[in-house]
């Protein structure tokens, strides 16, 4: 569980000292170093789909899992339920949006924004995941350098009420990581490995997303995180033999 206690308290210091030192941080400074988050994102990316086992599995979840998602409207329903998120969080440590500069519906849309990244992201699903089925917690780690900085980015603008975010996402992490531990059992390296790999994908679109290279609807392709693993036994018990 180390990864999932550095991440969330790398976003609680990421608030606070964003919110300390926001006067300091200038537009050119945040905007080129989310450039290099998502240089870091896609290269996590890239070193978990070497480790890919059954490529058409694979290939078979990301396009299921992702039409899955857009046809249940998926990436609509995370907003709304950051949105849901945003109301007592305000409420708890006001509104902060005339401080900041910003309209009312700016604030709310980068405060929901800030919800759906630190609590929903692919990073974030894939690591817990892979956390509690691998003991893993190498990707975790790894966002936790990148969200620090991320949250104290978002803390320019929504000030500590970034911090509060945490307490949600602690609640989701949790969820995923004991989730994934009743999983393990009933997998094998093979589909661990392709799960991985599906996981790469999702890093490598979140980095595209970040670096605004292109927007991939990355919370429509969480379902083929869900898919990967029995279509990669699937493959391996029905297919294989077949062939």
């Known amino acids: 569980m180390i990864g999932m206690i550095v991440n969330v308290a790398a976003v609680v210091f990421g608030g606070i000292l964003g919110t300390l030192f926001s006067q300091r941080l200038s537009t050119r400074f945040t905007t080129e170093l989310n450039k290099v988050f998502g240089v870091c994102a896609m290269g996590m990316g890239i070193s978990s789909i070497p480790l890919m086992e059954n490529m058409p599995a694979v290939i078979l979840a990301m396009v299921l899992g992702t039409a899955l998602g857009l046809a249940c409207h998926l990436g609509e329903w ?12 305000s409420r708890l440590l006001g509104d902060r949006s005339a401080d900041s500069g910003l309209s009312r519906e700016e604030y709310l849309s980068l405060l929901v ?15 817990c995941l892979d956390a509690g089925m691998t003991g893993n917690a190498t990707v975790l780690l790894s966002k936790s350098v990148l969200d620090l900085f991320t949250a104290m980015v978002f803390a320019c603008n929504l000030g500590a009420v970034t911090s509060l975010v945490a307490v949600p996402q602690l609640a989701i992490f949790l969820t995923l990581f004991f989730t994934a531990k009743a999983i393990y059992p009933l997998t094998t390296p093979a589909m661990i490995d392709d799960f991985k790999a599906c996981g790469g994908f999702l890093l490598i679109a979140t980095g595209c997303r970040i670096a605004k290279i292109q927007d991939f609807p990355v919370a429509d392709m969480i379902p083929a995180m869900v898919l990967v693993m029995p279509l990669s036994a699937l493959w391996v018990n029905w297919v294989i033999p077949m062939l």
């Open 78 to 89: 995370i907003s709304r339920g950051g949105a849901l998120m945003e109301k007592p969080i």
């Open 113 to 127: 924004t800030a919800i759906v990244l630190f609590c929903s992201s692919g990073t974030g699903i894939y690591g």
